[in-house]
């Protein structure tokens, strides 16, 4: 793997050798994170000092260098280990969600309107650090505006906030793969997907087997805390990811996104049966998974549902319970549905597959499947399923280079 510092324009400039091991992983729906390993102490701290921003050649995504680890064990040699996390997490993180003026008596949450939870994630982080205007298709979809509590110091000039390209109600379209709870806009009517399964070529009329007729946005929660924790916690409901891009050689920015992974399972397939996996471990189960919440808010009290379709009963019926009476923000129905369909949502049935693709096979990353993807994995003992690429992983040490992605099961 060639590692490269970025110089203050976001470019590479300086090429890092000499080092005894390096892992970078590439995630999804999760910050990034690299480590690499040195003995050469002095010369690594002087070429990868803490803040300096660092990619790979064959990679757009760029991270940033946070921790210098020093281990001295009596007998052994002096290690380095040099810490660092994927660029929009660690500026994220350096901004609180909060939307009211310093001298306010609380800090509480506020509430967005927004087609979805993804959408209310990126108006979010707008509101926050402020931003330009904002355009679809040649059309103005939001205006510019200043960052909420302090509008000359809390903007990131360093940062391009991309617009979703899925923001607001898009038409629904026979060739993607829907997933529940997107929501699309059909005949001049709103839809939501309601199936447990996807819904490709299902039209949204045949609702209520698939999709169900909604209004085009929704009140959301944005909970007082760091900026990043708050906009993970709300793109998980609809299983969006977050990503770092770093500037091609003409610009000077890095561009942070919320996204969804592609569709590619009629052209994709990983089939564990002929040898395309080097190692696998299937995880399947219901256990300490929710469909059904009863949150205790403030003054007030509601049932919130994962989904919109029929209320479960009977053993189908997995409740959690949530007690959120302390906080005074949870006196309205809006917060305490967010708070709901979050907790939901981080407590869903596990369906995982961990499995380390063989050299020839991951080698498609970046040109035949991208990160968040959605592919078809021929498992065996008659475990076939869609999966999701949550995380592409690359190593180097003195036994050689791997590179392999990780999947999550699309349930």
């Known amino acids: 793997m060639e590692l490269l ?43 990868l000092p803490t803040e ?35 660029y929009e997490a660690c500026a994220l993180e350096r901004r609180a969600s909060v939307k009211e003026p310093l001298g306010a008596t609380t800090k509480s949450a506020w509430v967005l309107n927004a087609a979805k939870e993804s959408d209310a994630a990126y108006l979010a982080i707008r509101t926050v650090i402020g931003d330009i205007d904002r355009y679809q298709s040649d059309v103005l ?15 990131i000039p360093q940062i391009d906030l991309t617009l979703p390209a899925d923001y607001g109600v898009a038409p629904w379209v026979s060739t993607k793969y829907y997933m529940q709870n997107d929501l699309v806009s059909y005949g001049g009517n709103y839809y939501l997907a309601t199936s447990l399964t996807g819904n490709l070529n299902q039209v949204p009329t045949s609702s209520p087997t698939y999709w169900t007729s909604t209004t085009s946005t929704k009140a959301y929660e944005i909970k007082t805390g760091d900026l990043y924790t708050t906009v ?92 959120e009476t302390s906080d005074q923000t949870t006196n309205n129905s809006d917060v305490r549905r967010t708070r709901g369909l979050v907790e939901l949502y981080k407590n869903n049935a596990t369906a995982l597959f961990d ?47 791997k590179a392999y992605p990780t999947f999550e099961a699309v349930i």
């Open 5 to 47: 510092t970025l110089d203050s324009d976001f470019q590479p400039i300086d090429l890092v050798e000499n080092y005894e091991s390096l892992i970078w992983t590439e995630r999804y729906s999760k910050a990034g994170d690299f480590q690499l390993t040195s003995t050469s102490i002095a010369k690594t701290i002087a070429a």
């Open 52 to 86: 300096t921003c660092v990619t790979l050649r064959d990679s757009t995504v760029p991270m940033l260098i946070e921790f210098h680890k020093i281990e001295k064990k009596k007998g052994e040699t002096p290690k380095l280990t040099v810490l660092g996390r994927s």
């Open 355 to 401: 499995g380390e693709v063989a050299q020839q096979v991951a080698e498609g990353y970046n040109r035949n499947y991208f990160l968040g993807d959605i592919l078809k994995l021929t498992g065996e003992y008659g475990l076939s399923q869609n999966v999701r690429v949550a995380e592409f992983i690359r190593s180097a040490d003195a036994q050689g280079e």
């Open 141 to 155: 979809v939001l205006s510019s505006v200043p960052a909420a509590v302090s509008p000359t110091n809390d903007p």
């Open 232 to 323: 993970k916690d709300l793109i998980v409901a609809n299983n969006r990811g977050i990503k770092s891009v770093r500037p091609d050689q003409n610009g000077t920015k890095i561009g942070v996104e919320i996204y969804n992974g592609a569709d590619r399972t009629a052209t994709v397939v990983f089939d564990a049966r002929f040898d395309q996996f080097d190692d696998a471990t299937y995880l399947l189960g219901a256990q300490g998974s929710a469909n059904v919440a009863y949150v205790y808010g403030y003054l007030g009290s509601q049932l919130v549902l994962k989904t919109v379709a029929a209320e479960p009963s009977g053993m189908d019926r997995r409740v959690l319970a949530l007690d």
